[in-house]
């Protein structure tokens, strides 16, 4: 069984920065493709950003690229959500998930379905 767990969420002001983490456990990282998601009030879940195996490859939702970066180090069992330039729009519960990936440059996609794990979510508030 895998298991993620998203920290770094917090309140912030529009324009500042955050640094989401996401840590795995109980499998080998690194057979996984990740992707972050995020859920506002009211709102579906919506696909944020994803990333291959090894961190070579990376995609983004229109609303986030050129702000926010998806990493990962496979050695500490650890993906990343670096945002900047943070707006109120960007509110919501952020979500980390994993599927296993067959091949090594392939991100996980958006679709919501095409990921079986989940964490628990970090909220993330942004201030105007």
């Known amino acids: 069984q895998v298991q993620l767990v998203e920290s770094g969420g917090g309140m912030v002001q529009a324009g500042a920065s955050l640094r989401l983490s996401c840590t795995v456990s109980?499998?080998?990282?690194?057979?996984?493709?990740m992707g972050w998601f995020r859920q506002a009030p009211g709102k579906e879940r919506e696909f944020v950003a994803s990333?291959?195996?090894?961190?070579?490859?990376?995609d983004y939702a229109d609303a986030v690229k050129g702000r926010f970066t998806i990493s990962r180090d496979n050695a500490k069992s650890t993906m990343y959500l670096r945002m900047n330039t943070l707006k109120p729009e960007d509110t919501a519960v952020y979500y980390c998930?994993?599927?296993?990936?067959?091949?090594?440059?392939?991100?996980?996609?958006?679709?919501?379905?095409?990921?079986?794990?989940w964490g628990q979510g970090t909220q993330v508030t942004v201030s105007s």
């Open positions: 990333i291959d195996r090894f961190g070579t490859t990376a």
């Open positions: 109980g499998r080998t990282f690194s057979l996984y493709a």
């Open positions: 998930a994993a599927r296993p990936s067959p091949t090594m440059t392939s991100t996980g996609g958006p679709m919501v379905d095409e990921y079986p794990y």
